[in-house]
């Protein structure tokens, strides 16, 4: 079974600094996605950024870059000039062909503080 | 758009009452999921939905669970009897597909407290 793991539960970083968040998945195809969803207090559940694993080239989406290694199975986000409003949970999640349908299996979170 | 809708946000209720919640997904959006968060087992797909159809119930805990998409645009999930160990958010979300990969849109959630 696809697995994803977040192995730092917490991450804290000062404001306007740079912070890496963890994730490796397990999985046996070749063909999948990778998001992360950022879910702050108010509980919402929010699409930060998406890479396709096809594509070699990692995704940014202003602040927010990712570092796809696919060999590795590893999908880490970097965050740069971290804001306060970017403290929240976030969630790298995988989305394969599970039992026929695409579905998306999450990791345990990392909660990220931002130290003003 | 307003984006995914649930209701209730809130549901405080006594063990073996019946729960309903619902969702209305975004117009357009041809899939389905709930999801259910918990601190100890973080977020849990609970059933799928394809086009109204329910693809893949395997995440339903128990035969106290179910859900409906009647139509396009309303799911329900529906616990009968509750217990407290079903206390959790429950979070609806739809999907479209962008580059072959379902994009899902979070709704905001139902906090279930089951006492």
Same mark, same amino acid.
């Given at each position: 079974?696809?697995?994803?793991?977040?192995?730092?539960?917490?991450?804290?970083?000062?404001?306007?600094?740079?912070?890496?968040?963890?994730?490796?998945?397990?999985?046996?195809?070749?063909?999948?996605?990778?998001?992360?969803?950022?879910?702050?207090?108010?509980?919402?559940?929010?699409?930060?950024?998406?890479?396709?694993?096809?594509?070699?080239?990692?995704?940014?989406?202003?602040?927010?870059?990712?570092?796809?290694?696919?060999?590795?199975?590893?999908?880490?986000?970097?965050?740069?000039?971290?804001?306060?409003?970017?403290?929240?949970?976030?969630?790298?999640?995988?989305?394969?062909?599970?039992?026929?349908?695409?579905?998306?299996?999450?990791?345990?979170?990392?909660?990220?503080?931002?130290?003003? | 758009?307003?984006?995914?809708?649930?209701?209730?946000?809130?549901?405080?209720?006594?063990?073996?009452?019946?729960?309903?919640?619902?969702?209305?997904?975004?117009?357009?959006?041809?899939?389905?999921?709930?999801?259910?968060?918990?601190?100890?087992?973080?977020?849990?797909?609970?059933?799928?939905?394809?086009?109204?159809?329910?693809?893949?119930?395997?995440?339903?805990? /128990?035969? +106290?669970? #179910? !859900?409906?998409?009647?139509? =396009? &645009?309303?799911?329900?999930?529906?616990?009968?009897?509750? /217990?407290? +160990?079903? #206390? !959790?958010?429950?979070?609806? =979300? &739809?999907?479209?597909?962008?580059?072959?990969?379902?994009?899902?849109?979070?709704?905001?959630?139902?906090?279930?407290?089951?006492?």
């Amino acid at each position: 079974a696809q697995t994803v793991t977040q192995s730092q539960p917490e991450m804290s970083v000062q404001e306007a600094e740079t912070v890496t968040l963890s994730c490796t998945y397990d999985t046996s195809e070749s063909d999948y996605y990778l998001f992360w969803y950022k879910q702050p207090p108010s509980r919402q559940m929010i699409l930060v950024i998406r890479q396709e694993a096809y594509k070699q080239q990692n995704a940014t989406e202003n602040r927010f870059s990712v570092n796809f290694q696919k060999a590795a199975k590893s999908f880490s986000l970097k965050i740069s000039d971290s804001q306060l409003g970017d403290a929240a949970m976030y969630f790298c999640a995988y989305a394969g062909l599970i039992q026929g349908a695409q579905k998306l299996v999450f990791g345990q979170g990392t909660r990220l503080t931002i130290n003003p | 758009d307003a984006g995914v809708i649930q209701s209730p946000r809130h549901e405080v209720t006594e063990m073996g009452q019946e729960v309903t919640l619902r969702c209305k997904p975004i117009s357009g959006h041809n899939s389905l999921f709930w999801y259910r968060q918990t601190m100890m087992r973080g977020l849990e797909l609970l059933i799928y939905f394809n086009n109204n159809v329910p693809i893949d119930d395997s995440g339903m805990p /128990e035969d +106290r669970f #179910s !859900a409906k998409m009647p139509n =396009a &645009s309303f799911s329900t999930l529906k616990i009968q009897p509750s /217990e407290p +160990r079903d #206390s !959790a958010v429950y979070f609806c =979300a &739809s999907s479209y597909r962008v580059s072959g990969a379902n994009v899902l849109t979070f709704g905001a959630g139902s906090r279930l407290t089951v006492l």
